[in-house]
């Protein structure tokens, strides 16, 4: 049984044990967790700048479920699920692009980019066909500072404002709206996805692990702040020669739960995306946004960035997957928590509790 009221249970941070190992391990919480949380859950696409124009569109795997986000004729941004209404085929196969229409791969079902089917060949003998029953299913979509989020079905979390309520006042005069896309690097991770975010949420591994970081960051001044459906862990760069460029004053690291990290400094945005594909594999989604990419020494700027970016990525990986095989052996089950470094895991491991508890009842 993978749930008690035991388990469940979610104490104060300094009475509180981890959450079970056999949640991270069990073949039954890879499905479990992408209907039940993810599935519920906002999931960040890409920023409206990757739509450019009218009748252009973008793929994406959201839950385990292929979905399509289109700019109309009219430039309202709508996403559906990439799946058409024949056989099931896929309507666009290209990570991105600009089409007209949406044309099935398989037997070239047209569908215009609200969704409404427009053309089916060889259908004419077919009877009792009415085409206004097949249009495509549409995915709710909401955008917050530029940044696009679709929610595959209603869950326990509120709408996109309110679950990130508080967040543009924070990082003002910074606005994410007008950021470029850059580009995405992706990392294949064997662990579960629950690992990698608990290690995002505590610089309690930062002096063993990353070096290199804590040279950057001021580990002294290093701070966790909790929120209802999101954590914030922020640090001053120490003076000198810094990789996120002359203008980053401060670092801001905010996770958004489930699955979602915005890493802030100064005029760049390196927005995560965790996506469990296996029990014990993970895919890390990492799309680098920056103000002006031809700003004088910007190319330099990003391929510093993007270099220290991907040490301290190895690195995490590295521990995470020791992690996991770690979580796997008889003799762990559940640890506690550093009250003074960990309260980022333990909040995040509460609204799993919650999410869980809701699932079940």
């Given at each position: 049984m993978l749930f008690t009221p035991d388990t469940l249970h979610h104490e104060p941070l300094e009475r509180a044990s981890t959450i079970p190992s056999a949640w991270y391990v069990d073949p039954q919480m890879h499905a479990f967790d992408r209907d039940a949380v993810l599935g519920t859950s906002w999931q960040y696409v890409a920023h409206a700048n990757q739509l450019p124009a009218p009748r252009t569109f973008l793929t994406a795997d959201v839950a385990g479920h292929p979905i399509v986000v289109v700019r109309d004729a009219e430039g309202a941004v709508r996403a559906f699920y990439n799946v058409c209404k024949h056989r099931g085929g896929p309507l666009a196969t290209r990570p991105c692009g600009s089409a007209k229409m949406l044309q099935c791969q398989y037997h070239g079902w047209t569908y215009r980019l609200d969704g409404s089917l427009r053309g089916v060949p060889r259908f004419d003998r077919s009877e009792l066909f009415d085409k206004r029953d097949f249009g495509l299913t549409p995915v709710e979509l909401a955008e917050w500072q530029g940044l696009l989020f679709v929610r595959l079905q209603p869950g326990p979390l509120p709408g996109l404002e309110a679950l990130l309520s508080g967040i543009a006042e924070r990082i003002a005069p910074i606005r994410l709206d007008d950021l470029q896309f850059h580009t995405r690097v992706t990392y294949d991770v064997a662990c579960n996805w629950k690992v990698y975010v608990d290690n995002y949420l505590e610089g309690y591994h930062l002096p063993l692990v990353?070096?290199?970081?804590?040279?950057?960051?001021?580990?002294?001044?290093?701070?966790?702040?909790?929120?209802?459906?999101?954590?914030?862990?922020?640090?001053?760069?120490?003076?000198?020669?810094?990789?996120?460029?002359?203008?980053?004053?401060?670092?801001?690291?905010?996770?958004?739960?489930?699955?979602?990290?915005?890493?802030?400094?100064?005029?760049?945005?390196?927005?995560?995306?965790?996506?469990?594909?296996?029990?014990?594999?993970?895919?890390?989604?990492?799309?680098?946004?920056?103000?002006?990419?031809?700003?004088?020494?910007?190319?330099?700027?990003?391929?510093?960035?993007?270099?220290?970016?991907?040490?301290?990525?190895?690195?995490?990986?590295?521990?995470?997957?020791?992690?996991?095989?770690?979580?796997?052996?008889?003799?762990?089950?559940?640890?506690?928590?550093?009250?003074?470094?960990?309260?980022?895991?333990?909040?995040?491991?509460?609204?799993?509790?919650?999410?869980?508890?809701?699932?079940?009842?």
């Open positions: 990353h070096p290199e970081l804590c040279k950057v960051l001021d580990y002294r001044a290093y701070r966790t702040e909790t929120f209802r459906y999101y954590s914030l862990q922020h640090s001053p760069l120490r003076d000198g020669d810094s990789p996120y460029g002359e203008e980053a004053e401060a670092a801001f690291y905010y996770f958004v739960f489930p699955n979602i990290m915005l890493n802030i400094m100064g005029d760049r945005l390196q927005m995560n995306a965790v996506v469990p594909v296996a029990p014990g594999r993970t895919l890390v989604h990492f799309d680098y946004f920056y103000a002006d990419l031809d700003k004088p020494g910007m190319a330099e700027q990003i391929a510093s960035d993007m270099k220290f970016s991907d040490e301290v990525q190895l690195e995490d990986i590295e521990i995470c997957e020791h992690v996991q095989r770690g979580l796997t052996s008889p003799a762990y089950d559940q640890g506690r928590f550093s009250v003074e470094c960990e309260a980022g895991v333990h909040h995040f491991q509460g609204l799993l509790k919650e999410a869980y508890g809701a699932a079940t009842r």
